[in-house]
């Protein structure tokens, strides 16, 4: 019954998406007077079978993107477009490992519900032959989106290419030209070709003109390299936007955007003003890190306020599994939305078994804390949508070594939401080191590690005798006589498979917890564990593959290790519904432009 009950949906969500998109092709031609160059019978991909039955593969997920088989990464050029989200993506069309990449095309009305399209670039010329790589979408005067990505070509060099929509008036954007004037940019003398790719989304200065970053690395340090355009053809190389003293490798896909130190409103990346700063993004090291600064377009300078740090103590998107991430700003929404790549924590030969790796984390809502010390990321509104049954807990006491199940919901596939009360904050262990590694912390202090005040939050994905759990959870501690909040995810016990990445991750919550409860928020989908804690100003990503708690055999807890008690002052469970995601018939055989 449910499995039809999901294909009646489906059928339901495909038939109005279909009617949206017939309607969209009829106003065009009455607004326009032109067609679109496809025939109505081209948007048959719409109706297709549901992702493959969750008993056959436990670690697919229900509501987080990821294609219906093969390798995927990086996300790229996510946007709004004419009413419909584009999110491409780097993918292998022909193997669950990486190779052959193309970007793959999916488009939305939600963000949740996704109808998979043909490949918008694939490899085709000279300057792409060997790969078409990660980068970023950018829209022109006049609204016309152009792709701008790294290609490898004929001598394996990384270069920057551009394509354009073969018709703007096609809502969904099918088919991509590349321009004759491939390359646009290739890599300078003191850059090795190996190292020069991902260019971000460009933006305009005072002076019109566009700029837009490459990353790269010169003399083995990770730097992002600035250009400048009139045209949007022809490229002058301006110099790094920032060098960093940390001893970073090659920073691979940059971004680079405002944020407002006011409002609660997102900002175009063109905005600028006395009321914001900007936000740089490196990924390096298997980690996605920032900084915040000032940036000034009459000069090109970006001055930052604090540095990279390496250690989880500086800032990250993301302290667990998460990497190569993408913003894009939501017109519709007036915010910035952030996707992020989850990679797998299995071998190959995982991975070929199954058929697939890769997938993409829930889109998060960027934005400035209200200190402006650092970014706050949360689910967006649309994933509450998919909220079910709802189970809720009131003020109940939590005793030291005291586990409690969260009951009715489907604990294998739940958002979950908890927020503590400290009762005795006193009984503070004291961390004596002047700084402290917060992973290195969470690795010696794991959920089976009693303290004073914790470890307490969540078990996710566990199995009943609890050999198995992912565990999310928190210490309140005492550094310099200020109080602290760590926040862990421990995946020592999350299967007792072996040969899997089971690392444990951590960072601080900047918060005072003598005045503030301490909130966690646990999205939970078969295989990945995203977590959100003080309101989102720390997030965790687990990737994990219980052989014991899958399907309806997996459960929710929460629980306090600590000998010091602490109080729920509210839980609300949900069960999720899955997210319907249509995979395409065939795909498009590639053909040179």
Known sequence: MGTERNLLTWRLYAVVLKMKLLLTYVLGLFFTGVGYGAEVGDFDHVQRNLQSDATDQPYRTGYHFQPRRNWMNDPNGPMYYNGVYHLFYQYNPYGAVWGNIVWAHSVSYDLINWVNLEDAIYPTGPFDVNGCWSGSVTLLPGDKPAIFYAGIDLKNRQVQNIALPKNTSDPLLREWVKSPHNPLITPP?????????????????????????????????????LYKSIDFIRWRMIGSLFNSMAETDMWECPDFYPVSTRSRNSLETSDQGELTKHVLKASFNHHDYYVLGNYKTKTDRFSVENDFTLSSSGLRYDYGKYYASKTFYDSAKKRRILWGWINESDSKAFDNKKGWSGLQSIPRSVLL????????????KEMEKLRAKEVTTLSKDLKGGSVVEVSGITAAQADVKVSFKITDIAKAETIDHNSVDPQLLCSSKTASVRGKLGPFGLLALASEDLKEQTAIYFHVLKKHGKFVVLMCSDQSRSSLTGGLDKTNYGGFVDMDPRHEKISLRSSIDHSIVESFGGEGKTCITARVYPSLAVGNRARLYVFNNGTVGVKISRLSAWSMRNAQIAPISKRRKPKTN
């Open 189 to 225: 003398n003191e850059t090795d070709p190996n190292f020069f790719r991902d260019p971000t989304t460009a933006w305009q200065g005072e002076d019109m003109a566009w700029r837009l970053l490459v990353g790269s690395q010169i003399k083995g340090q990770g730097t992002a390299i």
């Open 369 to 380: 804390t209200e200190t402006g010390k650092q970014l706050v990321q949360w689910p967006i």
